[in-house]
Every structure is written in structure tokens, then in C-alpha cells.
């Protein structure tokens, strides 16, 4: 049996919250538990909003709450670089595969055409991609450039569902053409879509594992249909639930009070670990704990499915 090969792969585009380190350390948890490795990647795809100092202080925090890692983020390691902003080599590869198999196309449509009313979307809001561009001829696309760059798009077949077992949530199903339409590997800037970025990175990286918020769960079937076409290993998955205020809203970088820059400055990292555990039961009270403590008792069977609300005072 295969070495489990976990990994963080945070965005440093501000200073990580609750929901944020809730993810750290159950992949810590899972990968540790079952005498894996961790991998640390920086996802900074959008450079502008992910500036490297942001980088570093996220590997200080991890190092300060005790979440270890075994190669990536500034450590190195044999899959370096570890920062996707540097990776565009590697991912332009596997994009030219794409190419190759002729199932990539240029798409001009703006923003506001794809959020217009008369566009599908998906129970979320999302928009699914109407397939406007999609049939364009070379004239059509070459007249379309001279207005405007166009982003580069998958073709998906006309019907194609797919299913897979995530390890928390369970059984997946997922009509790709209908909840989803032809999606961006390429943006208008030159810029990978992150849909392309980690599925390279991970089968590349070896990683066998993949522990993330359950936002990204609905991604999951593009990513493995990536995985099918350019014939890499595809990970298992497990999608935590999300973390919510006290009041039910949605945690965000932007609100500070739940930065790990506001936490340090009241609590020790044994208690943020402990009272975060305790938040998504793995354990019985609230007690101070390092990540190492939790080891022994940790099942993603004491993990909710369901979205968890903090109670109030307990941060």
C-alpha cells in the first residue's frame, strides 16, 4: 500500500482565518494519522492579490500552531517550486495536451454577458456556461480577437456525468454539461484557471489525498475529468463542512476578528487548536491541545457533514 501524501495548499491573499486553519489541521490530522507526508503549496495563481509576504507569514502561523509539513512552500523539496506563480511552465504542458486533443477553444464572452439573466445558473448562483463561443469559426474567432483577448475554454461532451465517493461526504454525482458547461483553463490574461493548476500540481506532487472546504466540492468532477484526460493518477477526496460565525455568516478573510493576526493576540496556539477540535468534534470540551494530541482519537466519523456554526463566546 501506497504512503498517504496530504497536503496544504492555502491562498495567501490575507491573513488566514478560522475556516482556514479548520482545514490545515484536519488535513494535518488526516494525512499524520495515517502515517503520511504533508505537502505545503502556495496557490497564488493571482499574484497581484497574493503578495510572498503574505506567503511567509502563513508558514510562520503553521510552524506557530504546530502544523508540520515535509516538503514545499519555502522548505523545498523534490517538486519545487511550490509556488504556483512560478509553475506556469509546467502547467503550459499539460495545456498544450489539451490543445492537442482538440478539445480547447477560444471564448470572448464578457463578464457581464456570462452573469446576464437570460444565462443559466446553477442552484448556488453559479453561472453555467452557456456555450455562446463554442461553435465559432476561425473567422468569427480571428474578427473576436482583434476586440478582445479571449479566455481559453474545455469542450466537455454534450453529456457526461460523473461520480465519485468523497471520503467525508459521500456519494457524488454531477452532470458536468448541465451544472456546469464548458469551463476556463486559460484566462484572458494569460493566467491558468486553478481548475488546470491543481490537478497538475497534485498528480505531480504525488499527493494522494486531498482534505478541502466543501465550497469546492461541486469542482471535484471538472478536476477529475482533467485527471481522465491528460491521464494522471486522480487523489482521493475528503470535503470538510464550512465554518460559520456565531451570527451564521460565512467567514472571511476580511473579517479580522476571526485572523489568525487577531487570535495570536489572545490566545495561546494550544487553544486555538483545542477550541477548534472541540468545534468540530473531535473532541468533548474546548481544552487546550497541540495538533499532536489530537492523533490518537482522530475519525472523520466524529467530523459533522453539515456546515458548523461557532458557538458564540467560544473565540
Not at 103 to 121: D, E, K, N, T, W
Not at 184 to 213: H, S
Amino acid at each position: 500500500m501506497s504512503q498517504v501524501v496530504g497536503r496544504f495548499a492555502p491562498s495567501p491573499s490575507g491573513r488566514m482565518h478560522l475556516g482556514n486553519l479548520l482545514c490545515c489541521l484536519l488535513a494535518w490530522l488526516s494525512a499524520r494519522s495515517a502515517g503520511g507526508r504533508v505537502v505545503l503549496r502556495i496557490e497564488d495563481l493571482d499574484a497581484m492579490r497574493c503578495p510572498r509576504a503574505y506567503a511567509d507569514l502563513l508558514e510562520q502561523d503553521l510552524t506557530w500552531l504546530g502544523l508540520d509539513w515535509d516538503e514545499g512552500g519555502s522548505k523545498g523539496g523534490p517538486h519545487r517550486p511550490y509556488y504556483q506563480s512560478e509553475r506556469s511552465d509546467i502547467y503550459n504542458t499539460y495545456y498544450q495536451r489539451l490543445v492537442k486533443l482538440g478539445v480547447v477553444y477560444p471564448c470572448f464572452c464578457s463578464r457581464g454577458q456570462l452573469h446576464a439573466a437570460s444565462a443559466p445558473h446553477r442552484s448556488d448562483g453559479q453561472v453555467v456556461y452557456p456555450g455562446a463561443c463554442r461553435d465559432l469559426t476561425a473567422q468569427q474567432a480571428a474578427q473576436a480577437a482583434r476586440r478582445r483577448p479571449p479566455a481559453w475554454r474545455l469542450r466537455l461532451p454534450d453529456s457526461l456525468t460523473l461520480s465519485f465517493i468523497d471520503g467525508h461526504m459521500g456519494p457524488v454525482t454531477q452532470d458536468l454539461a448541465a451544472d456546469c458547461g464548458d469551463f476556463v483553463l486559460r484566462r484572458a490574461d494569460g493566467v491558468f484557471a486553478y481548475q488546470l493548476a491543481v490537478v497538475v500540481d497534485d498528480a505531480l506532487m504525488g499527493v494522494t489525498q486531498v482534505v478541502r472546504g466543501g465550497d469546492l466540492l461541486s469542482s471535484t468532477p471538472r478536476q477529475l475529468w482533467l485527471y481522465r484526460l491528460l491521464d494522471l493518477p486522480a487523489p482521493e477526496f475528503y470535503h470538510l463542512p464550512l465554518l460559520l460565525a456565531p451570527d451564521g455568516r460565512r467567514l472571511s478573510k476580511r473579517d479580522g476578528d476571526q485572523s489568525l493576526e487577531h487570535l495570536q493576540s489572545r490566545y495561546s496556539p494550544q487553544q486555538i487548536i483545542g477550541r477548534l477540535a472541540y468545534a468540530a468534534g473531535l473532541q468533548s470540551a474546548p481544552d487546550p491541545a497541540c495538533p499532536a494530541d489530537l492523533l490518537p482519537g482522530f475519525s472523520w466519523d466524529k467530523v459533522p457533514r453539515q456546515d458548523i456554526r461557532l458557538p458564540e463566546g467560544l473565540f
